[in-house]
């Protein structure tokens, strides 16, 4: 399923305009975005969590030339399906 799928999926289970669904979704995903960069957890019952995690710095290889090359540290977004989600 991509953006217009979901979009369409929305609209028909909502009775909203599609232009409406498309302003729903894009003001839902920029609000779990924005409380992802502020390091912020966000809770959907039933279906998941988004938060933030810290990757610390590690040692890796360059797999093109073998050379050892070090990883920086960086903060990644995480999702943890809720219980109404998993198969």
Known sequence: M??????NAIAEASG???A???K???ATTA??????????????VGFGTFSV???PARTGKNPRTGEMIEIPAKKVV???PG???TL
């Open 31 to 44: 609000a779990i975005a924005n409380a992802v960069k502020n390091d912020d957890k966000v809770a959907l």
């Open 24 to 26: 729903a979704l894009n």
């Open 78 to 80: 995480k999702f943890k």
């Open 53 to 55: 995690s810290e990757r």
């Open 16 to 18: 909203l305009t599609k």
């Open 2 to 7: 991509n953006k217009t799928d979901l979009i």
């Open 20 to 22: 409406d669904a498309t």
């Open 83 to 85: 219980a109404d989600l």
